[in-house]
Every structure is written in structure tokens, then in C-alpha cells.
């Protein structure tokens, strides 16, 4: 019984205890939703009205840029989008665009892949150096550039220390959770999160009436103690690809409340973008859509009035000086660039043939003249040259050329103290380098290294990195890092990943921590595998990055290096509207908020948020959905929001680096949001979501205001400081460096002087400070030798210049490194005496890098110097032509020699340079040409098949230099190539055939065509004409052509003979000639050859005779009779005019007949030693074929026209023409080959 009892009180205690632990389960366990992906968000440009609007953009400085990104700083996990970086110029303000659309808002998911962009946060120093290094539409540039056109923008500095709070977007359709752990809605919690109640934030809302379908916003808000900001919103069609509808809206009260300026711009206005000028930020610029009108609207007084200004040209892109807030540069988009000294009052056209995005202002103390502009301007599609001009007077007078060539196109990069060019030399191009505005040198590569290209990352610290893609890279660059000068370069990493950007832009995967000097993150390519590795002592030193001990849920993480490790999403979105996923902030120094997976390699699946707040030496996990960071006040807060498709209510804040998170309420009604703009540079903290109740709803514009939750001003107390180290090693780049950071949970505003205080202390120099200098590698050890192909006089360039060089000892102390004392003497460079050595490695090219000149143009031939003392080393130029000079030094060469060649040729120039320990001397052939004008083809018209005839070409004018000559005959797809204007060529089949030959000089090809016939046999004879028709020749060769074929229709209609057995062509020259042939008929192709030959001597005896008996004559115009004669007496019948009697008359006659029958017995025993008569045939061969005399390559300019002089003949076929017997003597054949008719 008591078994029994005690059996069924076990089975009670057991459901009860399985009862209580379901219970506690169902109780505190919050439902999971899982998204499961149904579609795939495509790659654009800019959003259309049915796509997301979840997707960030990092916003930045200068202009107000389009709202897509929270400036301030943010990190959002599972996205992998790349976007372009540049320099942001400092200052104070926030400018974002915001991307909605009307799509639902519903719960259906996209695909990871679509889901790949990360939010950038704060100062994020991601080198990226774009093949175009100026976006198109408006996006910031290089070295400053402040293009302020805010379709798009790229951030390389990311924003200034001045700025406080961040702005982010997100498209308006549903995203995908899949990248995280669950997906909750709005009212769960997450484990990460304080279960405490949610606290209302205070709060403001706006809506923006009737902007319902506008899809984009252009966010102004300058800060600087204002309280104004600018919003322009506008319908982007992206069907025309155009601005159709714009709003403008002012508000004067940080956000509360806002007005709408339509009316002050004008109502049927179309504002397209919106500019400020990064000096002055009172000073406002609008531009109006081109497509209804080209003006713009200039406000002075930060938007409250606009006084519009036509303008004569469309504007691509503005370029604003870093300096004067009034002068502008305007790129149009017929590549004409101009100037405004007035703020875009008024405009002056400074160039036209500019290199899109290859324009800059001067800098100060660089050089010559504040206002300067550097551009590279096109001289043809290969070629471009590099000047300066003066701001108003750009004329050829005022132009300079510091580099005296042609450069590559689109090679410019003005870029702080460097000026980068590329030159072709034999085939190749040549990367040259100036530093500080001085002349231009080859940039030193470790040989061997041949870059498909390269791309300048970064001038800062003066120093220049750059990523090359080696010949045998294809998704990868290998970094490098160069001495002060930019010249001597030595590798920094290998394997870096790179990707193409938007519009072909390079990005490589190289990030600077913000705050920290020397501290970079790399994506490197291992065996196949992602791998993020960090280097503390700017790329001397690299490892991988050790993965959090712990999940968000506190689990064990084991992960073992090298094996595993955390890898980093570096890169930014190749999608203009959607931004990076890795930030860090200056005045946040040591921490850094990226998305990244925990495994053996990087990938796009399974992403988290991680944080570190001692720079990348220990990591956590704090979030496991998709959520965007943000800094506040300054650095010293975190704010979350959350990436979701649905409504929100909710954003979470930290005081404590990300370790705990606190649930604030910041409106009544869940809000879809679009984007979040924050106050730059100021201290009261105020945040602005932009976002929509609905899917059609008008903007609603929530002003946040965080000052309630920040008890007062923070002070000493409320910090403590932390040293930077690297595992656990406190001397970083020479220094050790204490930061001060806010104490955990201390809700005070920092003050702007108080978030940078650091302190630091210099190191004794150990070898870990050295990095290998040019031409030497590092071994496994760690110590630096010498390359094999190293040659260490090669760095002896400081002797050309000077008396002395550092000698190295194969390492170099980084720029940037600080370290004193200890092994500073045994590693650092020594100060030696030139050597006394004789000059090697001479170098001698033209500056356009060919070796065609032109005659009667300058020529500037550059000169080089490998080696050699320039004080003691004297240079000789000989320029070929019996003419040399000679320098004292090689100072006086550096901008070129000039020499002017008054003859074509090819010359030997040679240049020597000369000491007293010996001498070194190159060469050039350099061929001088003119332009080639004309090329005429001479030949017979009429050729015998089987024998070789003449062909010979006639050059106009006749000396322009090296000719090489291309022939093609009939179809033959590949020519006969040949120096020489005159070949030979036999023919083996009857009939028409085409000859074409090509003449090319330099750049330049000249064509000519004739057409050519070939028999067996056949006759011919020449033919004058009356002298009237001298003076009406032209001496062209459609008049030739046009009296060929009258002459052949009145031989016809005299003689009877058929029109196809006859050709005749019209000689070019004075007086007028021609050639008559009688050929056989097409059909007579049988019979005994003695059958043929009689019947075309039948037919020349009645052509005589006609010609004789003045019977072939032509009308040339009314009262114009032009007779035709044979050249020479034939023995055909004379016709006796006289008036004498019948009986005298039948004598001759009978006289007459006999003589005719003797002459025909003559003439057919001996044909072929009567004169007027030419007779070919190809059973002669004894005899060879008589043709028409040429002269090859040589011809008089003449200026009527193609009327040529020299012993050539141009047949015509299928032509008429005339003649008449002048004085057979001076009858002159022309060189020009007749057609045949």
C-alpha cells in the first residue's frame, strides 16, 4: 500500500514539476518569428517608388547631400553593398537624402544577398580611390574636392570631429531578418536589452503636406549655434530619368516646425539639387532641373530668401574652393569648365576640352598663386596634357605646363603635396610622381612589379599609399607605402581584396580607425579564404583579429586561431543609397562598431554586430538582428534602431559601450522610418526621424529631443582613462598613448573640448619601429635584406640634386613613428658623401612619349639620370641634324630641350653625359614626317595577262618622311606590305581588276583606287585634240572622265566599232592627250590567234581612217567643235579637197587603190614596225610589254586641282573622250594614271 501511495505520489510530483516547467517556458519565452526569403531586393542606383526603405547611406560634409545615411555615424549587420569613399572637407553639418517608396509595407522578406549594405558610422577612414575619382552626381572628391551634388556621396574621412549626432535611411518595402538569430516584433525584447520600463523621449511631430509622392529629400543643417534647417524633397521619375515635381522646406526651430518656400522660389520651379558652401553655410545654392530651365537660385541668408540667376550652360558638377567662400568651379556637360568669383552670380568660361572630374584648385603655400586651377585637358582620345591656369585669364599666354608632355587621359590626381601623372613610354604606361609641386620623377616600384593599375588610397601624414593590381592579380591589390617624396615604394600588405565600385570605381578593403594614428583593418585574400586582418604600426605588422570569448546569450565561443577568427564587412555599398557597415569615431577614439561573422573566413551569413572599446584587441557580440548603431553626444552614447519592415515605436540607448541598452519610446504611433538626420557640432542633442504612419502618407518629420535623459555638463569625474595597446604591448608606432573616455553609465553632455584629451609618451626606437626600405624584404626573422635584383646605387638620386645621399641601412622609420632614442642610430639612414662615380643609367624619350615628331614643330626631348653627381656631370644633346647643345648640369634640363627639325627623315639623337670618371650615352631614331595630304595610285589601264607591269604610287607632298604602304589586290584580305611606292605585280586572269593602295605616315593613312584590265592582246593608239580644248580643261579628273566618254560615243557612232572593244582614257597635263585601246570582243574567244590579230587590225584601219578624215569630232559647247586626231601621219587615205577634173580624180583614185592594196601588204607583214601603231600580245616573247613610263614617290603640288605633271598616265575605263593633231612634238604624258573608258 505504501509502494502503491508512494508510486502515485511520485507520478504527482512529477506531472506537477513538468506542469511548473512548461508553464515557466510558455511564460518567459518570447515567441520567434523566422522570415523566410521570398524575393530579392535588386542592385540600384537610386530607389525606385516600390523597393525598401530600409537601406543606409553615409552622409556627408560641404553641400547638403542626399538624404541616405545618418551622418553621424552607424553600423547595421547582414549587409555587404560597396560604395565609394572620398574626403569629406571639415566642418559642421549634417546633410543626408532620404529614399522611399510607395511599395506595401508588409512581411514578406528578401533574400540575404539583397540585404548585404552596412550603415557607416562617425569618421570612418575607408580608402577607396575611384578610376573616376569624381562622381558624376555630386558625390565629394578627392583632396577636398567638394562636388556637393547629392545623388550619391562617398566618404573617405567620413565626418569631422565637430559632428554629434548621425543620420541613416532604410527603403519603405519589407527587409529581410534572415541574417539574424529571430525577428521580433516591435514589443519584444531582446536578450541584449533592460527589461526596465521604457521611458518617453521628448518629442515633435510634422508632416510635410503634399509631398505624399515625392520619393527623395535633400537635408541642410549647418549647425554652428543655428537652428535652421533645409529640406528639399522632390519626385524622382525613374522611367525619364528626371526631377518632376520639388518641394522646398525651412524650418527655423530646429525641426519643430517647418514652412514651405515654394512661393519665394517660384510654383512652376523644379529644384533638382541643392548646394552650401562649405566656408559660409549661411550662403545657399539651388539648382533648378535643365530639362525646364538652366538657372539657379542663391540664397545669402540660410535659405529665408533666393534671388535666381540664368545661366548659359547646364552644370554636372561644382567644385567650391576650400578656402574663399565665393569661388566656384562648374563643370558642364559639354566639357567646358567655368568660374565664379561672385558665388554663382556671375560666369566666366575658364577651358573647354576638360577631363570630366580632372580639375582642382591650387592650395596655399603649394603653389604659385591661390587662384589656380590644375587640369587635364584632351588632345585626342590617347592623349591629354596637364596644365595650370590663372582664375580669369586662361589664355595661352597665362597657361602653364608643369609637365612638358602628353599624359595618359584621365591620369591627373592633384592630391595635397602630390601631383600624380601617367606617361606612355614604349607601349607602357609610366606612373610619375611631383612632391611639393617640383619636377615630375618615375614613382620606384620593387622591380619586377608590373601594375595592370594603380590606384592612390591616401597622401596623409605625408606619405602615399597606394594599391597596384599586379600582373597576375585579378580580384586583389597589393598595398604599398612610400617615403615623403612618393617616390620609393615598399609593400605594405599583399592580397588586399578590391571590388568595382559604382561607375567603375576601385574599392579596396582598407580601413583607418578613426582616433587612433597607425591603426588599419584589411580584408586579405589567404589560400582561397576572407580574412580580416589589423595592424597598430600603419601596415608594418599584421594579424587576425581574435573573436569574442562569448556570444550575446553568454555561450562559450571556441574559436582558435588561425584556424578561426572574426572577420569584418569593410567595404562599402557599390549602391549609392545604401552605405557602409564599419565605423569609428575620433572623438570616440579606441572604439569601433562593425558587422562580422566568427569562423575560419568572411562570409555574408550568420552576421552580427560586434563592438570593441580598446581598438580592436578584444571584441563583443551585441547584436544578433539587424539594428543600426549610431554615436551620440559626441561619442559618449550609443543609440540603436531597428531594421525592420514593420511600424516602430522604439529606439534603444547605451551608456555604457553597447553592454547594456535602455528602451526609449519616441512616438505615440508606430512610424515606418525612411531616416534620421542629427545636429552636427552641437551641443543640445536633437534628432530628427524622417519616416511615413502609412504606406501613401506625407512625410512625418519626428524631432527628438535627448537633453532630458543628460542630468548636466560632464566634468572631470565622470572620465577615466585607458591605454591603447596591442596584445597586451603599450609602445605603439613609438609612443604610448592614454585616452580619456566616459565612465560607464554616465549620463552627462560632453563637452566639445573634452572628448579628444589624450596623453602620451615617447618610446626607446626598437626594430619593431622600422619598416624595410626600398629594395630590401623582410624575412621570416624579421630582418630586412636585399632583394636580389636590388642594385643600391639606384637610390643615389639625392646625388643629382646634391653633394650628399642617405645611405641606407634597409629599414625606414615610419613616418608617423615617434619612438627616440635606442636603436634609432643602428637602423636609421646615414648621411654620406656623394660618390665619386661615373653618370649611369642615362634616359633619354620625347615628352609625348613617341618617336614621330612633326616638321616645323617643337620637339622637347627629357632627359634622365639615374646616377651621377649633377654638379660635376655635364650633358651633351645631339639632335641629329648637325646641330647639338650642351648643359653644364643637369639642373637646366628639368622642364626639357626643344629643338625645331626643318627636314622629314629619321634622325639619330643621342644624349651623353660626361664627367671626370667617364661618360654614358642613348640613343633615339626619331622619325620627322609631315602631313601626308595625298596619295595617287599610277598604273596602265590596259595590261597584258601574264606579264609584269608597273604599279607606282605619287605622294603629295612628295616628301613627308617614312611611308610604309599597304596594296591589296581584287578581294585579298591581306595586303602586300612595302616600303617603297613602285612594285611589280603579273596578272594571270582576264578581265577588271581593282587595285587599292594605302599610304600611311605617322597617324595618318591616305587611300587610292584604280581599276585595271587584262587580254591576251590587243591594240592601241594615242590621241590629240584641237588646242580650243586645252582651255577649257580644268584639270580635274571627272572632266577627263566625262571627255572619255564622248570621245568613245562619237568613235562608235563614226567607225561602227562596237562599244565594248573599245576603252579610252584621257591623260592628265597640258596639252590634252588621250589613249584609245581596241580590245577583243568578249565572245570571239576561239579561232587561230592570226584570225583575232587581223580582225583587230581591221578594226584599227577603220578607226585611222576616221581619225584621218577629221570624222571624229565632239561639240564641247554651243560654237566649241573639238576635232580628234591620231598622234602620228597613218598610212590610212588621205582625203583630196582640191577642184579638179573627173579624169585627174578616177587617176587618183586608181592610184589610190593600189597604194591601199601595197600599204595593206605592209602593214600585215610588218605591223609591228610602223609608228602609231602598239601591238601586245603574249605570244611575243621576244618583246617585252611596252608601258607607260612611271616615277615612284615623287610629285609637284600643283594648285589646279589633281592636275599632276610628271610620265605618268591615269586611264579611266568606260569613259568617252576626244582629240584633235596639234603639234605632235610637245605632247607631255602625266604622271596621274588615266582612267579608261
Given at each position: 500500500m505504501e509502494t502503491r501511495l508512494g508510486h502515485w505520489l511520485f507520478i504527482i510530483l512529477f506531472e506537477w514539476i513538468w506542469l511548473f516547467t512548461l508553464t515557466s517556458i510558455l511564460g518567459g519565452t518570447r515567441a520567434e518569428v523566422r522570415c523566410i526569403p521570398s524575393c530579392q531586393l535588386p542592385l540600384i542606383t537610386a530607389f525606385p517608388p516600390e523597393l525598401s526603405a530600409l537601406d543606409l547611406t553615409y552622409f556627408g560634409d560641404g553641400a547638403a547631400d542626399e538624404f541616405v545615411g545618418f551622418t553621424e555615424g552607424s553600423a547595421t549587420a547582414g549587409r555587404d553593398d560597396r560604395q565609394d569613399v572620398a574626403d569629406l572637407n571639415a566642418s559642421e553639418e549634417s546633410s543626408s537624402e532620404v529614399q522611399?517608396?510607395?511599395?506595401?509595407?508588409?512581411?514578406?522578406?528578401?533574400?540575404?544577398?539583397?540585404?548585404?549594405?552596412?550603415?557607416?558610422?562617425?569618421?570612418?577612414?575607408?580608402?577607396?580611390?575611384?578610376?573616376?575619382?569624381?562622381?558624376?552626381?555630386?558625390?565629394?572628391?578627392?583632396?577636398?574636392?567638394?562636388?556637393?551634388?547629392?545623388?550619391?556621396?562617398?566618404?573617405?574621412?567620413?565626418?569631422?570631429?565637430?559632428?554629434?549626432?548621425?543620420?541613416?535611411?532604410?527603403?519603405?518595402?519589407?527587409?529581410?531578418?534572415?541574417?539574424?538569430?529571430?525577428?521580433?516584433?516591435?514589443?519584444?525584447?531582446d536578450a541584449s536589452f533592460s527589461d526596465q520600463e521604457e521611458v518617453q523621449l521628448t518629442s515633435s511631430t510634422f508632416a510635410l503636406t503634399g509631398d505624399t509622392a515625392h520619393n527623395q529629400a535633400m537635408v541642410h543643417w549647418s549647425g554652428q549655434n543655428s537652428s535652421v534647417i533645409l529640406m528639399l524633397t522632390k519626385y524622382y521619375d525613374f522611367n525619364s530619368g528626371r526631377v518632376t515635381e520639388s518641394s522646398l522646406w525651412r524650418s527655423t526651430d530646429y525641426g519643430t516646425t517647418y514652412e514651405k518656400l515654394n512661393e519665394k522660389v517660384?510654383?512652376?520651379?523644379?529644384?533638382?539639387?541643392?548646394?552650401?558652401?562649405?566656408?559660409?553655410?549661411?550662403?545657399?545654392?539651388?539648382?533648378?532641373?535643365?530639362?525646364?530651365?538652366?538657372?539657379?537660385?542663391?540664397?545669402?541668408?540660410?535659405?529665408?530668401?533666393?534671388?535666381?540667376?540664368?545661366?548659359?550652360?547646364?552644370?554636372?558638377?561644382?567644385?567650391?574652393?576650400?578656402?574663399?567662400?565665393?569661388?566656384?568651379?562648374?563643370?558642364?556637360?559639354?566639357?567646358?569648365?567655368?568660374?565664379?568669383?561672385?558665388?554663382?552670380?556671375?560666369?566666366?568660361?575658364?577651358?573647354?576640352?576638360?577631363?570630366p572630374n580632372r580639375f582642382y584648385w591650387s592650395r596655399l603655400g603649394l603653389d604659385k598663386e591661390q587662384g589656380m586651377i590644375h587640369l587635364e585637358i584632351s588632345i585626342s582620345d590617347r592623349r591629354s596634357q596637364y596644365i595650370t591656369c590663372k582664375l580669369q585669364n586662361c589664355s595661352d599666354g597665362n597657361k602653364g605646363k608643369p609637365f612638358p608632355g602628353f599624359i595618359i587621359p584621365n591620369s591627373l590626381v592633384v592630391q595635397d603635396e602630390y601631383v600624380f601623372i601617367q606617361v606612355p613610354i614604349g607601349g607602357q604606361s609610366v606612373h610619375y610622381v611631383s612632391y611639393k609641386r617640383h619636377a615630375f620623377y618615375p614613382m620606384k616600384l620593387p622591380k619586377y612589379?608590373?601594375?595592370?593599375?594603380?590606384?592612390?588610397?591616401?597622401?596623409?601624414?605625408?606619405?602615399?599609399?597606394?594599391?597596384?593590381?599586379?600582373?597576375?592579380?585579378?580580384?586583389?591589390?597589393?598595398?604599398?607605402?612610400?617615403?615623403?617624396?612618393?617616390?620609393?615604394?615598399?609593400?605594405?600588405?599583399?592580397?588586399?581584396?578590391?571590388?568595382?565600385?559604382?561607375?567603375?570605381?576601385?574599392?579596396?578593403?582598407?580601413?583607418?580607425?578613426?582616433?587612433?594614428?597607425?591603426?588599419?583593418?584589411?580584408?586579405?585574400?589567404?589560400?582561397?579564404q576572407v580574412k580580416t586582418y589589423i595592424t597598430y604600426n600603419k601596415g608594418r605588422d599584421w594579424r587576425l583579429l581574435h573573436a569574442p570569448t562569448t556570444d550575446l546569450q553568454g555561450n562559450t565561443v571556441y574559436c582558435e586561431q588561425p584556424y578561426c577568427s572574426l572577420h569584418l564587412h569593410l567595404h562599402v555599398s557599390e549602391n549609392p543609397y545604401t552605405s557602409g557597415n564599419i565605423v569609428s569615431k575620433d572623438s570616440a577614439p579606441g572604439i569601433i562598431i562593425a558587422s562580422g561573422v566568427v569562423g575560419p573566413e568572411l562570409t555574408n551569413t550568420n552576421v552580427s554586430i560586434y563592438i570593441t572599446s580598446d581598438a580592436g584587441n578584444t571584441w563583443r557580440e551585441?547584436?544578433?538582428?539587424?539594428?543600426?548603431?549610431?554615436f551620440l553626444n559626441q561619442g559618449g552614447s550609443l543609440v540603436a534602431i531597428r531594421h525592420t519592415p514593420?511600424?516602430?515605436?522604439?529606439?534603444?540607448?547605451?551608456?555604457?559601450?553597447?553592454?547594456?541598452?535602455?528602451?526609449?519610446?519616441?512616438?505615440?504611433?508606430?512610424?515606418?522610418?525612411?531616416?534620421?538626420?542629427?545636429?552636427?557640432?552641437?551641443?543640445?542633442?536633437?534628432?530628427?526621424?524622417?519616416?511615413?504612419?502609412?504606406?501613401?502618407?506625407?512625410?512625418?518629420?519626428?524631432?527628438?529631443?535627448?537633453?532630458?535623459?543628460?542630468?548636466?555638463?560632464?566634468?572631470?569625474?565622470?572620465?577615466?582613462?585607458?591605454?591603447?595597446?596591442?596584445?597586451?604591448?603599450?609602445?605603439?608606432?613609438?609612443?604610448?598613448?592614454?585616452f580619456q573616455k566616459l565612465k560607464a553609465n554616465a549620463q552627462c553632455v560632453k563637452a566639445r573640448d573634452q572628448y579628444i584629451s589624450q596623453m602620451s609618451d615617447s618610446c626607446p626606437c626598437t626594430e619593431a619601429d622600422f619598416e624595410c626600405d626600398y629594395g630590401f624584404e623582410r624575412q621570416i626573422d624579421g630582418s630586412c635584406t636585399?632583394?636580389?635584383?636590388?642594385?643600391?646605387?639606384?637610390?643615389?638620386?639625392?646625388?643629382?640634386?646634391?653633394?650628399?645621399?642617405?645611405?641606407?641601412?634597409?629599414?625606414?622609420?615610419?613616418?608617423?613613428?615617434?619612438?627616440?632614442?635606442?636603436?634609432?642610430?643602428?637602423?636609421?639612414?646615414?648621411?654620406?658623401?656623394?660618390?665619386?662615380?661615373?653618370?649611369?643609367?642615362?634616359?633619354?624619350?620625347?615628352?609625348?612619349?613617341?618617336?614621330?615628331?612633326?616638321?616645323?614643330?617643337?620637339?622637347?626631348?627629357?632627359?634622365?639620370?639615374?646616377?651621377?653627381?649633377?654638379?660635376?656631370?655635364?650633358?651633351?644633346?645631339?639632335?641629329?641634324?648637325?646641330?647639338?647643345?650642351?648643359?653644364?648640369?643637369?639642373?637646366?634640363?628639368?622642364?626639357?630641350?626643344?629643338?625645331?627639325?626643318?627636314?622629314?627623315?629619321?634622325?639619330?639623337?643621342?644624349?651623353?653625359?660626361?664627367?671626370?670618371?667617364?661618360?654614358?650615352?642613348?640613343?633615339?631614331?626619331?622619325?620627322?614626317?609631315?602631313?601626308?595630304?595625298?596619295?595617287?595610285?599610277?598604273?596602265?589601264?590596259?595590261?597584258?595577262?601574264?606579264?609584269?607591269?608597273?604599279?607606282?604610287?605619287?605622294?603629295?607632298?612628295?616628301?613627308?618622311?617614312?611611308?610604309?604602304?599597304?596594296?591589296?589586290?581584287?578581294?585579298?584580305?591581306?595586303?602586300?606590305?612595302?616600303?617603297?611606292?613602285?612594285?611589280?605585280?603579273?596578272?594571270?586572269?582576264?578581265?577588271?581588276?581593282?587595285?587599292?593602295?594605302?599610304?600611311?605616315?605617322?597617324?595618318?593613312?591616305?587611300?587610292?583606287?584604280?581599276?585595271?584590265?587584262?587580254?591576251?592582246?590587243?591594240?592601241?593608239?594615242?590621241?590629240?585634240?584641237?588646242?580650243?580644248?586645252?582651255?577649257?580643261?580644268?584639270?580635274v579628273s571627272e572632266w577627263r572622265e566625262d571627255i572619255g566618254r564622248v570621245v568613245k560615243s562619237s568613235v562608235v557612232q563614226v567607225t561602227g566599232i562596237s562599244e565594248e572593244q573599245l576603252l579610252v582614257a584621257v591623260l592628265s597635263g597640258l596639252p590634252t592627250t588621250a589613249e584609245i585601246f581596241i580590245v577583243p570582243e568578249k565572245r570571239s574567244r576561239h579561232g587561230a590567234m592570226e584570225e583575232k590579230w587581223a580582225h583587230l587590225d581591221q578594226l584599227s584601219q577603220v578607226l585611222l581612217s576616221a581619225l584621218n578624215q577629221d570624222l571624229v569630232q565632239f561639240s564641247l559647247k554651243?560654237?566649241?567643235?573639238?576635232?580628234?586626231?591620231?598622234?602620228?601621219?597613218?598610212?590610212?587615205?588621205?582625203?583630196?579637197?582640191?577642184?579638179?577634173?573627173?579624169?585627174?580624180?578616177?587617176?587618183?583614185?586608181?592610184?589610190?587603190?593600189?597604194?591601199?592594196?601595197?600599204?595593206?601588204?605592209?602593214?600585215?607583214?610588218?605591223?609591228?614596225?610602223?609608228?602609231?601603231?602598239?601591238?601586245?600580245?603574249?605570244?611575243?616573247?621576244?618583246?617585252?610589254?611596252?608601258?607607260?613610263?612611271?616615277?615612284?614617290?615623287?610629285?609637284?603640288?600643283?594648285?589646279?586641282?589633281?592636275?599632276?605633271?610628271?610620265?605618268?598616265?591615269?586611264?579611266?575605263?568606260?569613259?568617252?573622250?576626244?582629240?584633235?593633231?596639234?603639234?605632235?612634238?610637245?605632247?607631255?604624258?602625266?604622271?596621274?594614271?588615266?582612267?579608261?573608258?
Open positions: 522611399t517608396g510607395s511599395a506595401g509595407r508588409n512581411a514578406s522578406c528578401l533574400e540575404k544577398e539583397a540585404l548585404k549594405g552596412q550603415q557607416e558610422l562617425s569618421k570612418p577612414k575607408v580608402f577607396s580611390q575611384r578610376a573616376d575619382p569624381t562622381p558624376s552626381d555630386g558625390d565629394l572628391t578627392e583632396n577636398g574636392k567638394d562636388d556637393t551634388r547629392n545623388t550619391s556621396v562617398y566618404v573617405e574621412n567620413g565626418e569631422t570631429e565637430d559632428k554629434d549626432v548621425a543620420s541613416w535611411t532604410r527603403t519603405r518595402s519589407a527587409r529581410s531578418a534572415e541574417t539574424w538569430s529571430g525577428f521580433r516584433p516591435e514589443g519584444g525584447d517660384g510654383q512652376k520651379t523644379i529644384l533638382s539639387y541643392l548646394y552650401v558652401s562649405p566656408n559660409n553655410k549661411r550662403k545657399i545654392m539651388l539648382l533648378t532641373d535643365p530639362e525646364v530651365e538652366s538657372s539657379l537660385l542663391i540664397s545669402l541668408d540660410e535659405g529665408a530668401s533666393y534671388q535666381k540667376h540664368s545661366l548659359a550652360f547646364d552644370i554636372l558638377s561644382l567644385l567650391f574652393h576650400p578656402e574663399q567662400e565665393d569661388w566656384i568651379l562648374a563643370y558642364s556637360h559639354d566639357q567646358k569648365l567655368y568660374v565664379s568669383v561672385e558665388f554663382g552670380r556671375r560666369w566666366q568660361l575658364v577651358h573647354v576640352g576638360v577631363i612589379t608590373l601594375p595592370k593599375d594603380l590606384q592612390i588610397i591616401s597622401t596623409d601624414d605625408n606619405q602615399v599609399v597606394a594599391a597596384i593590381q599586379d600582373w597576375h592579380q585579378n580580384d586583389s591589390y597589393n598595398l604599398y607605402m612610400s617615403e615623403s617624396r612618393g617616390l620609393f615604394f615598399t609593400l605594405m600588405l599583399e592580397d588586399a581584396v578590391s571590388s568595382g565600385g559604382p561607375e567603375g570605381n576601385i574599392m579596396i578593403d582598407l580601413y583607418e580607425v578613426a582616433g587612433i594614428k597607425g591603426v588599419f583593418l584589411s580584408n586579405k585574400v589567404v589560400e582561397n551585441v547584436f544578433q538582428e539587424e539594428y543600426s548603431v549610431f514593420l511600424p516602430i515605436r522604439h529606439i534603444w540607448l547605451s551608456f555604457d559601450e553597447g553592454r547594456n541598452w535602455d528602451k526609449y519610446s519616441f512616438t505615440s504611433s508606430p512610424l515606418y522610418v525612411d531616416g534620421v538626420l542629427g545636429e552636427p557640432g552641437e551641443d543640445t542633442l536633437i534628432m530628427t526621424i524622417f519616416g511615413h504612419f502609412s504606406h501613401r502618407s506625407e512625410w512625418q518629420l519626428v524631432k527628438i529631443d535627448f537633453r532630458s535623459i543628460f542630468r548636466a555638463r560632464c566634468t572631470s569625474e565622470d572620465y577615466l582613462t585607458w591605454q591603447l595597446h596591442n596584445e597586451g604591448e603599450v609602445c605603439i608606432m613609438g609612443m604610448k598613448r592614454i636585399p632583394a636580389f635584383w636590388f642594385v643600391p646605387s639606384a637610390t643615389f638620386r639625392d646625388c643629382i640634386a646634391g653633394d650628399s645621399f642617405l645611405n641606407t641601412t634597409g629599414y625606414r622609420r615610419a613616418l608617423s613613428n615617434n619612438c627616440t632614442e635606442g636603436t634609432l642610430l643602428k637602423y636609421s639612414p646615414r648621411r654620406q658623401n656623394c660618390p665619386s662615380q661615373a653618370p649611369r643609367g642615362l634616359q633619354l624619350l620625347t615628352s609625348e612619349g613617341t618617336l614621330i615628331a612633326t616638321l616645323g614643330r617643337n620637339v622637347t626631348f627629357l632627359v634622365f639620370l639615374e646616377e651621377g653627381l649633377s654638379s660635376t656631370t655635364s650633358i651633351t644633346v645631339d639632335f641629329g641634324d648637325g646641330t647639338a647643345i650642351s648643359y653644364v648640369n643637369t639642373s637646366s634640363i628639368e622642364d626639357g630641350v626643344k629643338h625645331i627639325y626643318n627636314k622629314v627623315g629619321i634622325y639619330q639623337v643621342s644624349a651623353t653625359a660626361t664627367n671626370t670618371l667617364g661618360h654614358d650615352r642613348v640613343m633615339l631614331y626619331l622619325h620627322v614626317t609631315c602631313q601626308l595630304e595625298q596619295v595617287q595610285l599610277t598604273t596602265p589601264s590596259v595590261v597584258v595577262k601574264n606579264k609584269a607591269v608597273n604599279l607606282s604610287t605619287v605622294l603629295r607632298p612628295s616628301n613627308v618622311g617614312t611611308v610604309t604602304y599597304y596594296w591589296w589586290f581584287d578581294n585579298k584580305t591581306e595586303p602586300v606590305v612595302t616600303l617603297d611606292g613602285m612594285m611589280s605585280f603579273t596578272f594571270s586572269n582576264e578581265g577588271t581588276h581593282t587595285i587599292n593602295v594605302q599610304a600611311s605616315v605617322g597617324n595618318t593613312v591616305h587611300q587610292d583606287q584604280k581599276t585595271v584590265a587584262v587580254y591576251d592582246y590587243f591594240r592601241s593608239h594615242v590621241l590629240a585634240f584641237s588646242s580650243n580644248l586645252d582651255e577649257m580643261n580644268p584639270g554651243p560654237g566649241v567643235q573639238v576635232n580628234v586626231y591620231a598622234t602620228r601621219l597613218s598610212t590610212a587615205p588621205l582625203v583630196d579637197s582640191s577642184d579638179s577634173g573627173h579624169s585627174g580624180t578616177a587617176v587618183i583614185m586608181l592610184v589610190s587603190v593600189v597604194l591601199m592594196g601595197l600599204a595593206v601588204f605592209v602593214i600585215y607583214k610588218f605591223k609591228r614596225k610602223i609608228p602609231g601603231i602598239n601591238t601586245y600580245t603574249v605570244e611575243q616573247p621576244d618583246k617585252e610589254q611596252e608601258v607607260i613610263p612611271t616615277v615612284t614617290s615623287i610629285a609637284v603640288p600643283n594648285p589646279e586641282g589633281d592636275k599632276l605633271t610628271s610620265d605618268h598616265v591615269d586611264v579611266q575605263l568606260d569613259s568617252n573622250s576626244s582629240g584633235y593633231l596639234p603639234s605632235h612634238t610637245d605632247i607631255k604624258l602625266s604622271d596621274e594614271a588615266p582612267h579608261v573608258f
